[in-house]
């Protein structure tokens, strides 16, 4: 029936990491703070950065959203810890191309886990769930680097 | 249903459209209605033998042309039982409609201390415009309270409405509760403190027959892309008193009667309020979607969302893990239900319904502060129109039951 | 006239309108424009297809139509040479965005003592919101003069434009005398005295290749509906810094990022400033309108409408009593030809062309300052566009050749 | 030809009242004046009346306009000199009901040499252009009667 393509988008990995998400807590001590909503269903995320010597030292998020946007909050922390700054633009702009549905070289280098929401690209009404915690980092950082 | 509903599915070609693979189930009116070809046939026939300017034209299409949408100001009259064809102005919308009132209104006549009341159930366009205009003249916003099952509490509104009030602006029936506000009850309260009162019709005016006459209401505003018509064109509907005493707030083309250097004399309502060259397509689009809901009738319009309703009402609450806001009586409410399925993000189960193709909205609903009063950040909404029917409800209830079935119990 | 502006008449059905018994000529193409199949079979298909609100919805329908809501701010940003799409506003029209920028960015940054600068042949919509921004701010309203053929006198505008001016607004091409003004050289002056540069482009748009990034103006303006497309629906263009700092004037729907029960944020410009259902059928027929005109190509529509004055310039002008206001030179005008008969009323003589099913506009064109300073009450006005031909040139010259014989001789 | 159609609006008889207009000049102390604009074209009429014993004892007219409204008003000044203010009111209601196209009872008796002008209904754009000089009479008439 109709609800297998529905398995498209929720792939089983993204399942998991909404119903068990990672690095769902506040940091203490975060250097940086970034709140984002996703006006159209008022969905709240805050996405907080450790940043060090230009590297994401460590990176968490508190916040309700749907499974899309909780699972990419999930991986997406998982992916960029440990990541210099100009790799984390990198990646967001590569994630954003990906939903986008544009092809993205080395895709799977670049995201780690996280491409697996190259699904998304065919459910254009949840691009914005998908991409609100990466915007979130970006502006984290962008503000990091406007701090220096 | 009887036959002249029967009928009219075939009016609707979009509703034949497939998505996803399955029968589109059109169940987001709240949002926007689809259009029967009697209205696209209007605005094409418009277009194709009398499309001109209005009112300025000695020609003979202009002529056609401002015929055509000057006599739809005595449909819209009539429609909403006004005394008066100059007392309906044409606008955007609902939203351009109470952004006028509250802007040329109310800062003429709002004072520092003066106080507004609204509801907690309102949409931001009836919520927004008036925030602006107490913080512009120092007036106050109260809000009337709601009670537990989401009807207005009737008696917090005695205590909310005072002398101190100017203005009262309620939904005639809200987006998500889908409840039906006693107007005539609150309106007559507003009148005995001397308050004006507004009134936001875009969820009633649809769906129920409306007479602002006997409602003894101030203003009225309302849409008609949600009631058929074309989108881009709705109605302001004012006392002819007020609106004389209205300033205008979009200067240029047909509105002025004399244009010096530097001084401008103003039209009579309505065209002193209606600058530019208008929605004119629009405008008789909606005098054909009026024509449509009167040969139907807005009591049996009214009625058959009202089976409706009890018809799903009671399977939708009966799955586990739903919860339904507004009303649990039929007969308080319109054919808009909005509800949350525990562990669902409504996101999510509007995704689901989707590849089903049934077509919901999940969302605040441009309702923030209802959410917010209702301990939800969002909503899946579910909304019925004239042509929607039974089947429809069993798909909504199937498409509700896979997607349980899908993200709670992971099998697919 | 090459091949694909012969065929093209096959797109206007109304084209073969019969009128008073004759075929009709429609010449009152600055008043409003007709519609091709084109632009039709657009907005039909979307309302048969796609229907929904935008932006709000999970469901497919609203996703279908949202892509093409949005797709259509890319199509006028490169239309008009503009960076970026966010810097493109949809609005009800001309007379909308032109009001906005007076009443937004008008009112907050004008002060007591600054001046804002038009010319004597603006139309009432690039006059009254002014007037009205200066009688708001105490800020002084100037007019520049005219040359004696019409033109903008452009030295009168560098002793008008001083460093006291905060505002130039000018039409890129008069609705009355045809003529297109110098945009880039007075933008260039407006700039060098720390003004701002506004231009109502609804004669200019549709007529000629518009750049405003080339231009360097500041805010541009224009209506679908007299470029094609369908009514309700234009454009405030503004470069982004600007839109950035501008309050938004309609509130409520989709232009909110967050609302609290007293307070609310707005989203980032285009969005902030649509407040409520937005004319989504009419802004998806005006890109359809932009595609029409970009496959025939907006050089060629000008080289068209210029042959067409080149050749009904000098038969208008050779008929004894006849007065044409605006430059003489074609390579100077638009196709809008203003005209007087002496002896017979700009009323009169449109009523006798339009037996002859010569559709002519009389009045004073929403532009009463241009009518006094031309010293007349009204004018007779044909404006040509695209579809118009040379038959249609030589049965406006035999009709005024008769309403003169008719009025004058009492002679039929 | 088509022209040929106009000279059912333009009757020989308007034609004259508009070339040699009748009451075309100011009244010396006028009781009531009343300026009227046709927004449209922008012709200007203004009216005066001297009203004595609820009587219309003289009318005047001054302003431009097109033919219509130029023999509108010579016609009507004509027809209202010496009625009372309540025949006034009559013929200038069974006026704008004439060139509305609709039936005036004894409209050639209420009327007079004006009932010509009943071809107007045939062109609805010039409805405004006929009764503009009636319109001013009747809030003229009202000035008087509030002034009672
Ligand atoms: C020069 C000019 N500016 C402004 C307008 C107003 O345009 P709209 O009526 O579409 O708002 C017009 C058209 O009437 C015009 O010709
Ligand atoms: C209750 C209510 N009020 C106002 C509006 C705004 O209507 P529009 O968007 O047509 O201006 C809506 C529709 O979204 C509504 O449901």
Known sequence: MALSKLSNLYRQVIMDHAKHPHNNHELDRADHEVELRNPTCGDVLTIQLKIADKTVIDAAYTGTGC???????????????????????????????????????????????????????????????????WKAAYQAIEESESND | MDNKMNNLLNDFPILQEIVNDEKLVYLDNAATTQKPRQVLDAIRNYYEHDNANVHRGVHTLAQRATEQFEGVRQKVA?????????????????????????????????????EIVVSYMEHHSNLVPWQQLALQTGAKLKYIGLTVDGQLDLKNAQQVITDKTAIVSLCHASNVLGVINPIKQVTRLAHQHGAIMVVDGAQAVPHMPVDVKELDVDFYAFSGHKMLGPTGCGILWGKKELLNEMPPLEFGGEMISNVGLYQTDFKAPPYKFEGGTQNIAGVIGLGAAIDYLNEIGLDKIMKHERRLVEYVLPQLTAIQGIEIY?????RQRTG?????????????????????????????????????????????????????????????????????????????
């Open chain 2, 78 to 114: 009539d429609f909403i039982g006004a005394n008066n064809p100059q007392e309906v102005v044409y606008t955007k919308g609902t939203t351009e409609a109470l952004n006028w009132i509250a802007a040329s209104y109310g800062r003429t006549h709002l004072h520092a201390g003066d």
């Open chain 1, 67 to 133: 499974t899309i946007s909780q699972a990419s909050a999930s991986m997406m922390t998982d992916q960029i810890k440990g990541k210099t700054i100009a790799e984390v633009e990198q990646m967001v702009l590569g994630f954003s191309d990906m939903v986008m549905g544009k092809d993205v070289p080395d895709q799977t280098k670049l995201l780690g886990e996280a491409s697996i929401l190259q699904s998304v690209a065919q459910f254009p009404a949840r691009i914005k769930c998908a991409t609100l915690a």
């Open chain 2, 336 to 412: 808009v239900l909005s509800f949350n399925l525990t562990g669902v993000h409504p996101h999510d189960l509007a995704s689901a319904l989707d590849m089903d193709g049934v077509a919901v909205r999940a969302g605040h609903h441009c309702a923030q502060p209802l959410m917010k009063y209702l301990g939800v950040s969002a909503t899946a909404r579910a909304s019925f129109y004239l042509y929607n029917t039974q089947t429809d409800a069993d798909l909504l209830i199937r498409a509700v039951l896979d997607a349980k079935e899908f993200f709670l119990n992971g099998s697919f």
């Open chain 2, 326 to 330: 507004g009303p649990k009586d039929p």
